[in-house]
């Protein structure tokens, strides 16, 4: 049997996001999920034109990637990315909380025509639903990231990506969007009116963050086997800390009065974690 001397274009899959896509004339087409049959279809449909207009693509063709279908793709990513010790990030659950503001305005709108002036729309919407200017320049600046993800797996076209870098962000006395209300320190006294009704275990987890200044996480995560003893100020290295992607060690120190809340709690393990595991304590808020 003659071989074609020219074979047509592959149906194919793109791994990061799971869509069916063909090439044609240097640019790619999603099609849909990849082995649905709608996807079959779409991949025939373009073919027959492609086919039709002498293997060339139509010019005025603009089937592409939806904003939706790159949303879907990029939180695929994000759950893997943001990630530490196997648990999500607080980064992951804000970056699903900005794109709910895209997706109500542009989730059937190509990725192609996603610009500057959509994306001043979206930071509009997240202005009337009250928030901080802070919080929108944080939120549009994950969607701008997403692009350029898409970018960088080609899903997007880098002079997209490009022009949404363009657009500044919100100014403080230059916007309607609120100014944020500083969270402030709780007073001692409420700490201390508050401490009696708390857990014991809670309650020295307190205590312990009043005297050394750690993250509640840091706390949580607080191991023997991190707790360096050897002088009259302990030292505790946390083994996962908020600041580790960028390659800063962190230390707290300990002092007697911190050294006297941990003294309390043996753990069966120099590996496992300090707090959980007190049997003296566990039995005492059962009692």
């Not at 003659?2 to 996001?17: C, E, G, N």
């Not at 279908?69 to 695929?76: G, I, N, Q």
């Not at 196997?86 to 990725?111: F, H, P, Q």
């Not at 009696?196 to 009043?210: G, N, S, T």
Request: overall charge positive; charged content about 25%; proline content about 6%.
């Amino acid at each position: 049997m003659p071989r074609l001397t020219q074979s047509l274009p592959k149906y194919r899959k793109h791994r990061a996001s799971g869509q069916a896509l063909v090439t044609l004339g240097g640019r790619d087409f999603y099609l849909g999920p990849h082995g649905t049959q709608a996807s079959r279809q779409e991949y025939d449909r373009l073919i027959a034109e492609w086919l039709a207009n002498g293997r060339q693509r139509p010019a005025d063709d603009a089937t592409g990637l939806s904003v939706a279908e790159l949303m879907v793709a990029y939180v695929r990513y994000a759950a893997d990315y943001y990630r530490r010790d196997g648990v999500a990030t607080g980064e992951y659950a804000a970056i699903k909380c900005a794109l709910r503001y895209i997706e109500a305005l542009y989730r059937n709108t190509s990725v192609e025509s996603f610009g500057p002036l959509a994306v001043k729309a979206v930071r509009a919407k997240m202005t009337e639903a009250g928030l901080a200017r802070s919080t929108v320049n944080q939120n549009i600046g994950r969607i701008v990231r997403m692009f350029v993800w898409g970018a960088s797996e080609q899903l997007v076209s880098g002079e997209v990506a490009n022009a949404l870098k363009l657009v500044p962000g919100l100014r403080r006395g230059r916007t309607d969007a609120r100014e944020g209300t500083p969270v402030l320190p709780v007073d001692d006294s409420v700490v201390e009116a508050t401490l009696p009704f708390l857990p014991p275990i809670v309650a020295d987890m307190v205590r312990l963050q009043r005297l050394t200044g750690m993250r509640p996480g840091e706390v949580c995560l607080a191991r023997p086997c991190d707790v360096e003893r050897s002088a009259d100020v302990w030292v505790y290295r946390p083994s996962s800390h908020k600041t580790q992607h960028r390659g800063r060690e962190r230390r707290i120190y300990i002092g007697q009065r911190g050294q006297e809340v941990l003294r309390p709690y043996p753990t069966r393990s120099h590996r496992a974690r300090t707090a959980p595991l007190s049997t003296r304590h566990r039995s005492r808020h059962r009692s």
